[in-house]
Each structure stands twice: as C-alpha cells, then as structure tokens.
C-alpha cells in the first residue's frame, strides 16, 4: 500500500512517501481502507523525536492517528461492525497510523462517521473534538449558565470546544489573533479577545473554566480569572499544583482517550448541525511534509486533512 512513514525522527523531510505492507488486523480491530487522515500537532511532534521519552515508537512508524473510511475486514470477537461500514475514529498513537491507503483499528476507538459529512470533513474530527469533548465535560463537568474562556478558540480543538460549551449553554469568551475574530463569532463565541492587541485578563473575569491550548504564558496569566473553585484544564502543560491550591481552584492536564462511545454522540451532533468542523486546508497524502509545516507554524484555522484516496467532494 501506499503510506507515509519516517525511518528517522527529524524535520518535515523524513515523512517518506513509499510502499509499505498492508497491516493484519488482530483480534477486536477492524481493516479501514482510509479515506482521508487529520493532522494534528501530536504527528509533528511524535515526528521530531520530541515525545520519545512519553511515547515508545518502532520504527519505520505511519504517522497520523484521525481516520475516515471503509471497513474493508472485521478481525475476531468484532461485534460493532462490518464489512463497507463508513467510519471515522482516532486510532492509538503507540501505533502505525493514517497516513496510509489502510490502518488496523481496535473497534472501541471508532464510530459510524457522521452521514452529513464526507470522509476528508469527518477525518477532521475525531482526535480534536475528543479533546474537546474531554476537557470540557469530563474534567471541566461544564455546566449551563458557566463562564468558560477558551485560548486558541480558532485552532483544531478550540474550534470544536467553542461549539461544544456553547451547545452546553455556557457564556463563551474565546481567544485568538485579530484574522480570526470573524471565525470566532460565526462559531458562537459570546465575547471574542484578539490576544494580538488586548491582555485577555483585562476582558475576561469571573471564570468558571479555562482551557488552555496555549500553555506558557497564557497558561500563567489564566490563573488570575478564574473563580474560587474554577478549574484550569490544559492540553499542553500540567498545570501547577501550588498554584492551584494558591489560587482556590482545580488545574488539569487532559490526555485525549480514543473513546468510540463518546465519536458516536459527536457524530449525532453533527448530524444535528450543532457541530461542524473547519477546514484550513485540504492537501494529498503526497503533501504531508507541506501539511507538517503549515501545522507547524501554530495558526491553523481549525484542521489540516490528507486526502488519501481520490474521492469526490
Ligand atoms: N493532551 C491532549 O490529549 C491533546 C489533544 C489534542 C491536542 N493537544 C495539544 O493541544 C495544543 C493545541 O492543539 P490544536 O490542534 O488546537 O493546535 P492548532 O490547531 O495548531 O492551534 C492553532 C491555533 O492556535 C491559535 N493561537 C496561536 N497562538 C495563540 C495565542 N497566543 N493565543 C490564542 N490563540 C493562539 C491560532 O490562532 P491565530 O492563528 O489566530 O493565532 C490557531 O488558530 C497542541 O499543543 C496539541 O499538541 C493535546
């Protein structure tokens, strides 16, 4: 099959666009003939060699770990689907991912793909509005009425953060650049900061939760708007303990988990047209070196996908 891989950990130029051998499934997992792939900064940064001490690899290694497309093999004890199901899911980043025409998936990680979207748009979904999903109501337990401010709310997670805290009934205040405040407000933002030309903490009080996508200094100056009690949830960089206690409130790291159970109510709501994904760009599979640096750069307008196989959109 036709795949991307890295032999090497390095920059955008060890992505090898090369044959390699079709997986076998084993026991529980599916063989998807890949529509398209998502790209998520988690790809670059297994790429660089940066997550080696938290992420054990073999290489060669298939990037990419957000799919859409067909089940073409069901493996033994598959009780959840069959053969031309359409699917979209995130697969285990330990493993060879979707940058490739097939990837063997453990059936839990996935879900019928939304009927409303084709497979590059539901390729877009599945990692970072899991992500989403998690912070907010999994960790954050958000709740009607609750004032949230999402940093990054133009990104691959924030963008679907935004939609999903306003479906829950939250006060929404988002953050990115002044390009983006448009995207912010068509999301449902309630109040929209540009962080390029205002401090997020002299518009933004009485927080319930914050997300952090950002980390560093944005994580150290959310402290300050939070509410006795509030919770900061980060996808980036733990959040200190000292501080949390300091400040009254609780602070989080999420870790994505690839629950199917959790793709199947994303997908409902989709369907629903609560939840949409944005595209920034769609590139071949050829292109993943391109699609690394755009992802690179840190100003993505929701997602990067890779097409995979020639399909109509
Ligand atoms: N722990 C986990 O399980 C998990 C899961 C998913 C993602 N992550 C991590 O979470 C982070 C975000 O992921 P992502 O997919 O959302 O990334 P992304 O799509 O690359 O985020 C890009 C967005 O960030 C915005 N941005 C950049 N600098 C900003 C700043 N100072 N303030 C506010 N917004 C800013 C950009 O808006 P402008 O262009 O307008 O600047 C852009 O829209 C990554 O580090 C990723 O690895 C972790």
């Given at each position: 099959?036709?795949?991307?891989?890295?032999?090497?950990?390095?920059?955008?130029?060890?992505?090898?666009?090369?044959?390699?051998?079709?997986?076998?499934?084993?026991?529980?997992?599916?063989?998807?003939?890949?529509?398209?792939?998502?790209?998520?900064?988690?790809?670059?940064?297994?790429?660089?060699?940066?997550?080696?001490?938290?992420?054990?690899?073999?290489?060669?290694?298939?990037?990419?770990?957000?799919?859409?497309?067909?089940?073409?093999?069901?493996?033994?004890?598959?009780?959840?689907?069959?053969?031309?199901?359409?699917?979209?899911?995130?697969?285990?980043?330990?493993?060879?991912?979707?940058?490739?025409?097939?990837?063997a998936v453990r059936e839990g990680a996935l879900a019928i793909k939304p009927?409303?979207?084709?497979?590059?748009?539901?390729?877009?979904?599945?990692?970072?509005?899991?992500?989403?999903?998690?912070?907010?109501?999994?960790?954050?337990?958000?709740?009607?009425?609750?004032?949230?401010?999402?940093?990054?709310?133009?990104?691959?997670?924030?963008?679907?953060?935004?939609?999903?805290?306003?479906?829950?009934?939250?006060?929404?205040?988002?953050?990115?650049?002044?390009?983006?405040?448009?995207?912010?407000?068509?999301?449902?933002?309630?109040?929209?900061?540009?962080?390029?030309?205002?401090?997020?903490?002299?518009?933004?009080?009485?927080?319930?939760?914050?997300?952090?996508?950002?980390?560093?200094?944005?994580?150290?100056?959310?402290?300050?708007?939070?509410?006795?009690?509030?919770?900061?949830?980060?996808?980036?960089?733990?959040?200190?303990?000292?501080?949390?206690?300091?400040?009254?409130?609780?602070?989080?790291?999420?870790?994505?988990?690839?629950?199917g159970a959790q793709l199947s109510k994303i997908a409902k709501l989709i369907?629903?047209?609560?939840?949409?994904?944005?595209?920034?760009?769609?590139?071949?599979?050829?292109?993943?070196?391109?699609?690394?640096?755009?992802?690179?750069?840190?100003?993505?307008?929701?997602?990067?996908?890779?097409?995979?196989?020639?399909?109509?959109?």
């Amino acid at each position: 099959m036709n795949a991307i891989r890295i032999h090497r950990y390095g920059g955008p130029e060890v992505l090898q666009y090369e044959n390699a051998p079709r997986p076998q499934v084993q026991k529980g997992e599916v063989l998807i003939h890949v529509h398209a792939a998502g790209v998520n900064p988690l790809d670059w940064e297994v790429r660089s060699g940066s997550l080696n001490g938290f992420i054990q690899h073999k290489l060669p290694l298939i990037p990419g770990w957000e799919v859409s497309g067909v089940v073409v093999e069901v493996g033994f004890g598959v009780s959840q689907f069959k053969e031309g199901d359409e699917v979209f899911g995130m697969s285990d980043p330990m493993r060879d991912g979707a940058y490739a025409d097939y990837i063997a998936v453990r059936e839990g990680a996935l879900a019928i793909k939304p009927k409303s979207l084709h497979h590059v748009r539901a390729a877009a979904m599945p990692l970072s509005a899991l992500a989403a999903w998690r912070s907010l109501f999994d960790l954050g337990h958000l709740q009607s009425g609750q004032r949230i401010l999402i940093h990054g709310g133009s990104g691959g997670v924030g963008h679907f953060a935004v939609q999903l805290a306003k479906w829950k009934g939250a006060y929404v205040m988002a953050t990115a650049s002044t390009k983006n405040q448009e995207l912010l407000c068509k999301l449902g933002a309630d109040e929209v900061i540009d962080y390029t030309t205002q401090k997020f903490e002299d518009v933004a009080q009485n927080i319930d939760i914050v997300l952090d996508t950002i980390g560093g200094e944005t994580q150290k100056r959310s402290w300050l708007v939070l509410n006795k009690g509030g919770a900061l949830i980060s996808l980036i960089q733990p959040p200190s303990e000292e501080k949390a206690k300091r400040f009254g409130v609780r602070g989080m790291m999420c870790s994505v988990q690839p629950i199917g159970a959790q793709l199947s109510k994303i997908a409902k709501l989709i369907d629903s047209a609560k939840l949409k994904p944005t595209i920034d760009r769609i590139l071949p599979l050829s292109e993943a070196r391109r699609a690394h640096e755009l992802s690179q750069n840190g100003h993505i307008r929701g997602k990067i996908v890779l097409r995979v196989k020639d399909i109509q959109l």
